[in-house]
């Protein structure tokens, strides 16, 4: 093969009608030219084009493929070589395919070994390296025994340590052996980092021997940078590794790893045991408990306990035993702005809320993070914040200052006068004022805190909630219409926005939906607002399903919900980006009870999907003739939802809705395992909502399971 020209036959190929993330792939031919020339900035940014568009964020595209063998001439020819070795093995990695054949990305990488195995004896050591990560991943054959020779001559730790990784990759067994042979001190730090997760991967009995040797590397984090480490940092990675295990004894050891780091004398170490905690505390439902004191012991001065603060504010009232350590600092500079203070605050305000709420009254307007935990804005697994006297009055005199809040600040506010509700009526004539200034959040305030108020305080609310509606305030008039049923200013309201569209009219649809039959008038612009029949991105799409229901609710007909909803089923099955807009119509389906019977074909074509499956369960068991269907298997894709983090709060609704008689003893046993083992189910998501939200479905999902096992005893 003539490498001086590794582009040959590049124009040969119909790249225009290929595809990668972007859609065609016609730029690709220009990338890669790029990529081979001489000009270092262009490629550069040819690189970083490829991999966002042949490896966008890990997934591999029919073009990946076709690109494969013009990258391995370009990477043998020297061209840029370590680059484009992670480029393709990265390629070779990847399990996240779209429009190619499954596995087709890594057997084309794997065709091109005869140019990409010389590189394992090149004579720049990175390039070994490299080579040695990126052959292995094709999980060709072949490579094992080149690695194995590479294994013998090798000397360089780094490149020796990839290549005990790459034969590990490829064969557990045989990695864990010859990791046994360089475990010992004598070895560099590196290559008895790869020989630890080799063991690991083989699932080799841990040993105090492994133990000792994981404490003689620490710290750790500067051998990932010898290593192409995809784990994350080790200690962190190690401990992961033993909790996947999900077997007491290698629970254990994982704590006691993490507890010796964080009881260490090093700070660099500690600081090591504290990410390992916060990634053992996501993983598992006994760490917090397991960990609590050592990560208060660990707590030795400031700088640890802001970098703890955030599993700390995570963990919240499990963590309580570490109040003590954060108070002296979230104590801090109350009347001024001090980013350290606040993350301490941010974590008392969850960790321990009474003792923190004083703190946060004296320093509100210079403490965001505290006054954001406080109010659990976007987190409905959160309790409201404990009323507090010195915080109500703190807040009320802050909100008479609409003039000095950052952007924030109002929802902030209002939210925790929301959370109070009743207690914080004395706050009524703050609220009415920062209508004007404030509407949409004020109003909202006001529905929850002028319940059970004397007559002359309900009338001012309702004075404020009028005037601002008068403008044409959605919010206000959706509160107004709460609090007294009076349609008109609400319908008024909705037709200005649901005449004019834009951003706010899957809001406006929700609203009129509450109106039900009281909202009947708006149906034509309901139906004004649908999206163009060929418009099939994400917000196109769940504004249609909110105006679909909507459409139901006003109307009580459901024809023209169903259409609507059929549309928003047959585009969105035409892109991978849309599959909660599927679970979203599947969700509105549900509502129309039998007479969404003509969508069951769609949403059985739905269920194979984990994320959907959970919202089709659910319209499934309300739409379809329930003689035809197949309770056991749509248990079962409910609990394989849950099983692999898609949505495991929707599985949980979706038993529900299939009732005992659909589960069987397996399903039983799946629900107990998810309700009571140790592993998180909860695994992905907003990081500061992962624990809650798991505590959230491990609570429902033990409710389900004594429910079913009840109604299951004679």
Known sequence: MDLAHPLDGLDALPWASSSHAYGSAEDVPDLLRALAGPDAAAA????????????????????????????????????????????????????????????????????????????????????????????????????????????????????????????????????????????????????????????????????????????????????????????????????????????????????????????????????????????????????????????????????????????????????????????????????????????????????????????????????????????????????????DRELFDAVRSRLSQPEALSSNEPWQLTSLLAGWGAEAAAALPELCAAVPHFPAQASRALVSVVADCAPSDRDMALAALRTAAQGDVLPAAKALYDLTEDPAPLLRCLEQELGRGGWDLRDAARTAAALGSRGAALAPLLRGALSDPGKDTTPALDTDTALAEALWRVTGDPEPAVAVLASVFDRAAQSQWTRWSVARAARATALLGPAGRPLTARLEAALDDPVQAPAVVLALAAVADPVVLDHAALASAALASAESDADPAGACGALEALGCAALNDDHLRRLEVLADGDARVVRSGVENRIIRQDEAFRDRARALLATFRNAATP
């Open 44 to 387: 550069d940014e040819a690189l970083s084009e490829l991999y966002g568009s042949v490896l966008h964020q890990g997934t591999v595209y029919a073009a990946s493929a076709e690109a494969v063998p013009f990258l391995a001439r370009i990477a043998a020819a020297g061209h840029r070589t370590t680059d484009v070795l992670g480029l393709l093995g990265g390629m070779a990695e990847s399990e996240d395919e779209y429009g190619v054949a499954s596995g087709g990305v890594r057997a084309a990488v794997a065709a091109q070994l005869e140019l990409l195995l010389p590189l394992l004896a090149d004579a720049e050591p990175e390039v070994r390296r490299t080579a040695a990560w990126a052959v292995s991943h094709t999980r060709a054959g072949t490579v094992l025994s080149v690695l194995g020779i590479r294994w013998a001559e090798e000397t360089e730790p780094a490149v020796r340590a990839e290549v005990l990784a790459g034969i590990a990759r490829l064969d557990p067994q045989r990695g864990a052996v010859e990791a046994a042979s360089v475990l010992d001190p004598s070895q560099p730090a590196v290559v008895r980092l790869a020989a630890l997760f080799a063991c690991l991967d083989a699932d080799a009995p841990w040993t105090d021997s492994l133990y000792a040797t994981t404490l003689s590397l620490l710290p750790a984090d500067s051998l990932r940078s010898d290593l192409d480490f995809e784990r994350g940092e080790p200690l962190a990675a190690l401990v992961e590794a033993l909790l996947g295990r999900d077997r007491g004894p290698e629970r254990e050891a994982a704590f006691a790893l993490v507890d010796a780091a964080l009881r260490d004398s090093r700070a660099e170490v500690r600081a090591e045991g504290a990410w390992a905690a916060d990634r053992a505390c996501m993983l598992s439902r006994s760490a917090p408990q397991q960990l609590v004191e050592s990560l208060r012991a660990a707590a030795v001065d400031d700088e640890a306990v802001v970098g703890m603060a955030s599993l700390l504010e995570r963990l919240a009232r499990a963590a309580e035993p570490t109040a003590a350590v954060l108070a002296p600092l979230a104590g801090r500079n109350l009347d001024r702005e001090d980013d350290h203070a606040d993350r301490a605050l941010a974590a008392l305000v969850l960790v321990a809320p009474e003792q923190a709420a004083p703190l946060l009254a004296a320093g509100l307007g210079h403490r965001p993070r505290a006054l954001d935990a406080a109010t659990g804005l976007w987190d409905a697994e959160s309790a409201a914040f404990p009323f």
